[in-house]
């Protein structure tokens, strides 16, 4: 992934912890997966249903 191993992950992880604290991190992890969610969907989805969807708005 990235180039990436344990130890740097580990880094990464303290980094994080130290920034934004231990009750924040939660709360940025679930924005985090659904934002990938919503972009995994945005790619799925077909032009034509797209723009029927915003004439439905």
Do not use: T, W, Y
Not at 10 to 34: D, Q, T, W, Y
């Amino acid at each position: 992934m990235f180039g990436l191993g344990l130890p740097e992950l580990m880094v990464v992880l303290v980094i994080a912890l130290l920034m934004f604290g231990p009750s924040k991190l939660p709360s940025l992890g679930k924005s985090l997966g659904e934002a990938i969610r919503g972009f995994k969907k945005g790619m799925e989805e077909d032009p034509a249903e797209e723009k029927k969807n915003k004439l439905a708005k």
